[in-house]
């Protein structure tokens, strides 16, 4: 039966860096995996965790799948809005959504998700733990 509550939305906003643009002055398509991934770790940090936390509790959520539209883009100076929020989450792996948006026209510039396992520090995949699972929602 699929899950129909209601998913917990968090947002992070911040201009786009220099570095960040490509030689046409637009954010590089590959920077868009770094904003989902500050998007993840501030919702992490939203909820009362982080990455250190897990690696503290011996375990690891490395990336498995990642998948990006790109309909919009932004350019340095501009500011972006990730839109952060668990898709899907089970025994021994979570799904982030994520959508990045024009902050001030709400319009969605690029969407996608990154899947990810739990794994011990050996690398071996391993059932998620009770207390992350709660976390996660």
């Not at 992070?12 to 860096?17: A, K």
Request: hydrophobic share 30%; charged share 25%.
């Amino acid at each position: 039966m699929p899950d129909s509550s209601p998913k917990t939305v968090l947002e992070t906003e911040f201009p786009v860096r220099y570095a960040e643009t490509d030689a046409m002055g637009v954010v590089h398509h590959a920077n868009y995996l770094v904003y989902f991934e500050e998007g993840r770790s501030q919702y992490m940090r939203d909820l009362g965790s982080n990455y250190a936390e897990v690696e503290a509790s011996g375990y690891q959520l490395p990336v498995t799948e990642a998948q990006l539209r790109y309909v919009g883009s932004r350019c340095y100076g501009d500011k972006i809005r990730v839109r952060t929020w668990v898709e899907e989450n089970l025994s021994r792996r979570v799904t982030f959504r994520y959508e990045v948006v024009d902050p001030d026209s709400g319009n969605v510039l690029v969407t996608g998700y990154t899947r990810h396992v739990w794994t011990d520090t050996a690398g071996r995949v391993t059932r998620v733990p009770d207390s992350w699972k709660r976390i996660f929602g």
